[in-house]
């Protein structure tokens, strides 16, 4: 074979894979556009999606502009007017500063750039296809720039393959976009996605002004403000309370110097002064602005600029730890009251009569700034409009536990009596050790015969501890023992159970409909699991910024559907399949519950029968098998 010769590859090959570096889809067009924008000094950036970026996505602002004769170079690699020396590059205050946003986009895209410079007497255009320029000249705009792109990889048809649905491409512009916009709470941004307006922010707002407009109330709730400064560097922003933890990380926001970033020392600090403080599984809100001299950090890592390198990270880890704790530790709250009072002052707001700020009390954005909560008695349940459901996002505000941490607290410290009749008919005497040997917390197996199971050669033996059922398999002489949690057991019948319900459409119509206040960010949550609603049993009607709710599940209490709905709407849970695997979990009969052999014998018939058997919804194993020899190694018979 002869050896290929090295060549210099084509200057459109070259784009092209540079432009897979910067541009993986469109919301990382949009971030690169935006932030040309914000480093123009724009007091306004306007967004405008049609499917979903890739057919068409415009960004437009009102900043400084380019004079006409430097539009081919803005289109030109590694052109930029914000680098001058080596030593810029390790002092780096703009967002961009590469060179390669424009004609990375230019080379997989049909760009129109559109400017006009502050002192110019009009505006001029450039045109480029696919790195080509095909076009220049005079152009009528008013003052900024303005950017279109269409076609997104229309020259790259494998790059398209990559991309998700068009909705998911939308949605995830509305994030870059988010993120940006919580950083510049002093620019008005606007985002128009498929001729609708998803949102118009005016310039000039609070911080937390703006980030009521992304978050729910019951998620702001939970925030306390932070503020914490050393050795040059300052880290502040909002941070949830352990109470107001939630199932996903996706409310964890991170930026460096204004920058928005993903970066592993800081969640691991974050998480670090959580420590101790969260179940498995749960994360905080948290809205991190770290502050630091910019040759202290490297933000030239990668071209896409969401990485950074720190110079000191012990520092940088130590000062995050440090900053959190006040919000994040049990014991630190009263240290960050008097800042938090101060806080709700300044927007204000003032505390109850009489109340002292020993701990900081929840605030809730205005237009404004922070406001003071409404006292306990003013959040006490009239019904269900708004927020006061029972056990509802506002339940820690009354005094009360989240839902999470009560489900807990059920499983481990079963009620004296059924919340919910079990699912099969129990019958039969109940054996004679269930009465006071059981409340004694004796746990004696049961003296009565074998009971067989209809299948696999299976017999019951009996109940130990009120929790584990006893089975052996192929008779007395060889075989093997089996236990069943019957907790665990119950779980997986009880969800299989809900299952077939929702498949079946059923629902619980309400004599007197309940109204809840629907936030915008509830509304778009709404709009992705209205079809899975349904199915569940809910029948919902949306009405100037209300939910109606007409019907809900036929296995849940009115007071706990809504309450799940909400969670489900707040994004504190991770959707319809953690809606029923708590259920599951608070409805299953509990572990220390005797029960009659013909409740066992039921519980295992339908268990049997139930698909995934060997695991609860919650992925603990239900059944533990015990074979002939393995008994004979526990004895050291071998």
């Known amino acids: 074979m002869t050896r290929p010769a090295i060549t210099l590859l084509p200057e459109t090959l070259r784009n092209q894979i540079a432009a897979g570096e910067v541009v993986e889809r469109p919301s990382s067009v949009l971030k690169e556009l935006v932030e040309n924008s914000l480093d123009a000094g724009a007091a306004r950036v306007d967004v405008v999606l049609e499917g979903g970026g890739v057919t068409r996505l415009l960004v437009s602002d009102d900043g400084d502009g380019i004079p006409a004769d430097e539009l081919a170079l803005a289109v030109t690699r590694h052109a930029t007017s914000k680098l001058k020396t080596v030593a810029d590059l390790f002092a780096v205050t703009s967002f961009g500063f590469r060179g390669e946003a424009l004609p990375s986009i230019a080379s997989v895209s049909h760009v129109t750039l559109t400017s006009r410079a502050r002192e110019a007497a009009e505006a001029a255009f450039i045109e480029v296809e696919h790195g080509a320029v095909t076009a220049e000249g005079p152009a009528a705009l008013a003052a900024g720039t303005r950017v279109e792109m269409r076609r997104l990889f229309a020259s790259t048809?494998?790059?398209?393959?990559?991309?998700?649905?068009?909705?998911?491409?939308?949605?995830?512009?509305?994030?870059?976009l988010m993120r940006m916009a919580l950083a510049r709470p002093d620019v008005a941004f606007s985002l128009t996605s498929g001729g609708r307006e998803i949102f118009r922010l005016p310039g000039g707002q609070s911080l937390a002004a703006r980030l009521g407009q992304f978050w729910p109330p019951q998620v702001l709730e939970g925030l306390a403000e932070f503020s914490r400064e050393k050795d040059g560097m300052t880290a502040r922003g909002l941070a949830g309370r352990p109470s107001h933890a939630q199932n996903k990380a996706d409310r964890m926001l991170f930026y460096v110097n204004g920058r928005p970033v993903q970066d592993r020392l800081l969640m691991r600090a974050a998480r670090e002064a959580y420590k101790g403080r969260l179940l498995s599984g749960e994360h905080p809100q948290l809205l991190l602005f770290l502050e630091l001299p910019p040759q202290e950090v490297d933000?030239?890592?990668?071209?896409?600029?969401?990485?950074?390198?720190?110079?000191?990270?012990?520092?940088?880890?130590?000062?995050?730890?440090?900053?959190?704790?006040?919000?994040?530790g049990s014991g630190g709250l009263a240290e960050s009251a008097a800042s938090y009072a101060a806080s709700c002052a300044d927007a204000g707001a003032s505390p109850e009569r009489g109340q002292a700020f020993d701990a900081p009390e929840p605030c809730r954005p205005s237009a404004g700034g922070w406001t003071s909560a409404p006292s306990r008695a003013a959040?006490?349940?009239?019904?269900?409009?708004?927020?006061?459901?029972?056990?509802?996002?506002?339940?820690?505000?009354?005094?009360?536990?989240?839902?999470?941490?009560?489900?807990?607290?059920?499983?481990?410290?079963?009620?004296?009596?059924?919340?919910?009749?079990?699912?099969?008919?129990?019958?039969?005497?109940?054996p004679a050790w269930s009465g006071a040997a059981a409340s004694a917390g004796g746990s004696p197996l049961s003296a009565a015969a074998p009971r067989s199971l209809s299948r696999e050669g299976l017999e019951y033996l009996g109940q130990v501890a009120g929790t584990y059922l006893i089975l052996r398999q192929g008779g007395a002489?060889?075989?093997?023992?089996?236990?069943?949690?019957?907790?665990?057991?119950?779980?997986?019948?009880?969800?299989?159970?809900?299952?077939?319900?929702?498949?079946?459409?059923?629902?619980?119509?309400?004599?007197?409909?309940?109204?809840?206040?629907?936030?915008?960010?509830?509304?778009?949550?709404?709009d992705e699991l209205s079809e899975g609603l349904r199915e569940v049993g809910f029948v919902l009607e949306r009405e100037a910024g209300r939910l109606q709710v007409m019907g809900v599940p036929p296995s849940l209490p009115a007071g706990k559907a809504v309450e799940h709905l909400?969670?489900?709407?707040?994004?504190?849970s991770d959707g319809l399949t953690s809606l029923w695997t708590l259920l599951s979990c608070k409805s299953a009969i509990k572990a220390g519950q005797a029960l009659a052999v013909d409740e066992a014998l039921a519980l295992l018939e339908a268990w049997l029968d139930a698909p995934e058997r060997e695991h609860c919804p919650h992925g603990r194993p239900v059944v533990v098998s015990f074979a002939e020899g393995d008994l004979e190694r526990l004895f050291k018979r071998k």
């Open 566 to 572: 909400r969670e489900i709407l707040d994004e504190q």
């Open 157 to 176: 048809p494998a790059r398209l393959k990559f991309l998700r649905t068009e909705a998911t491409e939308a949605k995830r512009c509305q994030e870059a």
């Open 477 to 526: 002489a060889s075989g093997r023992l089996i236990i069943v949690d019957q907790h665990a057991a119950h779980e997986r019948v009880i969800l299989e159970g809900m299952r077939r319900a929702r498949s079946a459409g059923d629902t619980q119509p309400l004599a007197v409909p309940l109204s809840l206040s629907l936030h915008p960010a509830e509304a778009l949550r709404l």
């Open 379 to 430: 959040v006490e349940p009239s019904g269900f409009g708004g927020f006061g459901g029972p056990g509802g996002p506002g339940a820690w505000a009354r005094g009360e536990k989240p839902a999470q941490l009560r489900a807990y607290e059920d499983f481990r410290s079963p009620p004296p009596e059924r919340e919910v009749p079990l699912p099969f008919t129990p019958g039969g005497a109940q």
């Open 299 to 328: 933000v030239n890592v990668h071209p896409s600029k969401m990485e950074v390198r720190f110079r000191d990270e012990g520092a940088v880890f130590s000062l995050l730890r440090w900053a959190l704790e006040p919000v994040a």
